[in-house]
């Protein structure tokens, strides 16, 4: 029905035309209405009707549609204070929180006064923005004025100091939040991530514990924050502890779950996963986010399923760049690099916003090109990056191009790219370089590498380099280079860290380091190793001193 129909001709231009456009705004359901109905405002002369004004920027807002928004809200003579809290949140919530703050200062220029509301909309936009400065100085104002210090209010500094705040960030939130007389469970849960975001996991856990009352959220928060803090077995711990309490999980919480999974290698855990999400998708036709599907292809793709992870990434209807990026990894790093290089060439023909190679794409890429020997490919690639995408190379493109001209013997071209790199060679580089040298037995420059090692790296940190030219030496029969390296090593209290690997086997996690013996069952498995051994020893196999780790 046309707007003009549903307006009877005796209430224009009264009163109750107002009353009639502005239930027509409650009931608007597409923009063509929506601008019908902003035509009848404007020809009624209705344009400075802040009340009028409120409903019909609210589904703009609600859409993202702020350019049309902005157009509205410009022409005002006089905004009310709930016409301006309107178009800063709006604002706050785009992709450009600056502009809210920007709107902010216009506001306190006019008759206009803020409110709890305005100052918790600015807030929330300087934290999404990380405008710390303009953070603190907004809580300067409200220091002024007491009567603003809700429970809103307060949660949202905590939340700016949390999530933006620099090295003392996490202490101001903790003050703020001693400070409240009330709290809701959005506090808790900003504080909480904000000790995980400084790294302070037990202090994190302790306040979780401490809360009163735990949603979802809560307990994403601390798997997520168990996860990316590289405790990725108190991650599954505390999803199934969640489990048990009957607590349902969503999908953001199945994508922190899953990246410990991939992390730890509980392949059991991710199907299980899996199965859940299909079932959800197919008894709820609720839609499974791009973000729970990237981290499936991830989970499998780091436990070895890489079929599986193929088989996850065609099933995608929509695909994002992380989609491509995780599929490009996992063939990259389980072996497979022309299949690798072939998804990326489709990556570079799809189009779209949503899909352009990034830093990490290429990584991808050149990590491929550099175990499958592809020099003239990785060359091509890496000189696209910024030509082509306009994506600066980091150090770890580079370390990728040393690497893989040194495991290709081309040591002259290697060197050359590490002098000329626009940045300081870190011990990745050197490491590569040195890597090579191992494989090709360039004794000569894996000794100089050495040499640089150990200057710039704290010396456990340049332990595991010294064990692979102390090998290197072994293999050529420099016996007494080999002493001399060692006896350097222990001069400088040189410790290497044990080697570690992880199985998961019904549905537990054993993780095992190099001559470890607290394992509840080492003896079995050293015997089982051992009859290993001794069977690959009839077939003809013959460990070489290189392979023998030094354990210092």
Not at 143 to 161: D, I, M, P, R
Not at 167 to 185: H, I, L, P, R, T
Not at 450 to 478: C, H, I, M, W
Request: hydrophobic share 40%.
């Amino acid at each position: 029905m046309l707007v003009e129909e549903s307006i009877p001709a005796k209430q224009r231009g009264s009163r109750a035309l107002q009353q009639r456009l502005f239930s027509l705004l409650q009931n608007c359901k597409s923009i063509k209405q929506l601008t019908q109905i902003h035509a009848h405002i404007i020809t009624n002369g209705f344009t400075q009707k802040n009340f009028i004004l409120v409903r019909l920027l609210s589904p703009l807002l609600t859409s993202y549609n702020l350019k049309y928004a902005d157009q509205v809200f410009r022409h005002v003579q006089s905004p009310s204070t709930t016409l301006w809290n309107q178009i800063i949140r709006g604002h706050a919530r785009s992709e450009n929180p600056q502009k809210s703050v920007e709107l902010f200062n216009q506001m306190e220029k006019s008759t206009a006064t803020p409110d709890g509301y305005t100052y918790s909309y600015v807030l929330n936009a300087c934290a999404k923005g990380s405008l710390f400065r303009e953070g603190q100085q907004l809580h300067g104002k409200i220091l002024k004025k007491w009567s603003l210090l809700n429970v809103f209010v307060q949660t949202n500094l905590v939340n700016l100091y949390a999530t933006t705040g620099e090295d003392y960030g996490v202490d101001d939130a903790q003050k703020v939040f001693e400070e409240m007389s009330e709290k809701n469970v959005v506090t808790w849960n900003s504080l909480i991530f904000g000790y995980f975001r400084n790294g302070d996991v037990d202090e994190a856990l302790r306040i979780f514990d401490e809360m009163p009352d735990k949603n979802v959220v809560s307990w994403t928060t601390v798997i997520a924050g168990c996860t990316q803090n590289g405790r990725c077995q108190q991650a599954l711990a505390l999803f199934r502890l969640m489990q048990r309490r009957y607590v349902e999980f969503d999908q953001v919480t199945l994508v922190s779950v899953l990246s410990a999974c991939a992390e730890l290698g509980a392949l059991d855990l991710g199907k299980w996963i899996h199965s859940c999400v299909v079932e959800s998708s197919q008894f709820r036709n609720e839609p499974v986010l791009v973000s729970l599907y990237n981290a499936l292809i991830h989970m499998y793709a780091s436990c070895g399923e890489i079929e599986e992870a193929y088989r996850v990434f065609q099933g995608m209807l929509r695909r994002n760049s992380v989609s491509w990026t995780s599929i490009i990894t996992g063939f990259a790093k389980q072996g497979y690099a022309h299949e690798a290089l072939t998804i990326f060439q489709q990556m570079e023909s799809w189009g779209g916003n949503d899909v352009r190679p990034d830093e990490i794409t290429f990584l991808a890429v050149l990590f491929a090109c550099s175990h499958a020997g592809y020099v003239n490919e990785g060359y091509r690639h890496f000189k696209c990056m910024k030509e082509t995408w306009g994506v600066e190379p980091r150090i770890e493109h580079y370390g990728c191009m040393v690497d893989m001209l040194s495991r290709a013997g081309l040591f002259d071209e290697a060197v050359a790219l590490v002098e000329t790199m626009p940045m300081k060679p870190n011990e990745a580089v050197w490491g590569a370089l040195l890597g090579g040298c191992k494989i090709h037995k360039n004794v000569r420059l894996a000794s100089s590498v050495a040499q640089k090692l150990t200057v710039e790296l704290e010396p456990d940190r340049a332990a595991g380099y010294f064990v692979l030219l102390s090998n290197l030496y072994a293999t050529d029969k420099r016996w007494r280079d080999v002493v001399v390296t060692r006896q350097k090593m222990f001069g400088i209290g040189m410790k290497k860290p044990p080697g570690q690997s992880r199985i998961e086997a019904e549905g537990t996690i054993h993780s095992f380091l190099a001559s470890d013996l607290n394992h509840k069952h080492a003896c079995s498995v050293y015997e089982m190793l051992g009859l290993l051994t001794g069977q690959a020893k009839l077939q003809g196999y013959q460990p070489s001193v290189s392979e023998e780790e030094l354990i210092v």
